[in-house]
């Protein structure tokens, strides 16, 4: 089954070093967005008539939270793409995996963004724009030098074989 996400020449390109601790970071501290105040609320509604709630909704949000950022670790890993001749493809995905071969002739536009987050790690993100939503796609976790790279390379090849109008 693997053989169905594998390029048939070459091999995956695959994130940023930081990519996986950046991830697994951000999943953390969005897991103690949540966590902190159902603790708090827990305590200050519930305590009265059921002191195990608030130590049970703690544990299920440990439970979670070690969940998410192992989950970040994994993500991380499990995405990666290779340059082809006429085509990009990426895969992802844990569970759920999934490949996409975006032909350089139907790419609309490339575009490297990078938020607050991904700027303090260092890393940037480039998303491939084609006219149909199911083969638009995005490379998370770049470094910023290789996610310019990409792009420019990504440009050219799409302006080397777009199609005549």
């Not at 902190?36 to 200050?44: E, K, Q, S, T």
């Not at 609309?108 to 083969?135: F, H, N, Y």
């Given at each position: 089954?693997?053989?169905?996400?594998?390029?048939?020449?070459?091999?995956?390109?695959?994130?940023?070093?930081?990519?996986?601790?950046?991830?697994?970071?951000?999943?953390?501290?969005?897991?103690?967005?949540?966590?902190?105040?159902?603790?708090?609320?827990?305590?200050?509604?519930?305590?009265?008539?059921?002191?195990?709630?608030?130590?049970?909704?703690?544990?299920?949000?440990?439970?979670?939270?070690?969940?998410?950022?192992?989950?970040?670790?994994?993500?991380?890993?499990?995405?990666?793409?290779?340059?082809?001749?006429?085509?990009?493809?990426?895969?992802?995905?844990?569970?759920?995996?999934?490949?996409?071969?975006?032909?350089?002739?139907?790419?609309?536009?490339?575009?490297?963004?990078?938020?607050?987050?991904?700027?303090?790690?260092?890393?940037?993100?480039?998303?491939?724009?084609?006219?149909?939503i199911e083969t638009s796609a995005t490379i998370p976790g770049l470094e910023a030098a290789v996610a310019t790279?990409?792009?420019?390379?990504?440009?050219?090849?799409?302006?080397?074989?777009?199609?005549?109008?």
């Amino acid at each position: 089954m693997d053989s169905l996400f594998r390029p048939p020449d070459g091999g995956w390109q695959r994130l940023a070093p930081r990519a996986a601790p950046s991830r697994a970071l951000g999943a953390a501290l969005a897991g103690l967005i949540w966590i902190v105040p159902a603790v708090v609320a827990a305590w200050l509604f519930v305590a009265e008539w059921l002191p195990w709630v608030p130590w049970a909704v703690a544990g299920v949000g440990l439970v979670w939270l070690a969940w998410t950022t192992w989950r970040g670790w994994r993500w991380a890993r499990a995405f990666g793409y290779v340059e082809r001749e006429a085509d990009l493809i990426i895969t992802s995905g844990l569970w759920s995996r999934r490949l996409v071969a975006i032909p350089y002739s139907r790419m609309q536009s490339v575009q490297v963004r990078s938020g607050p987050l991904q700027r303090l790690w260092g890393l940037s993100q480039v998303s491939l724009v084609t006219a149909s939503i199911e083969t638009s796609a995005t490379i998370p976790g770049l470094e910023a030098a290789v996610a310019t790279s990409l792009r420019d390379r990504l440009i050219e090849a799409g302006e080397a074989q777009a199609l005549p109008l």
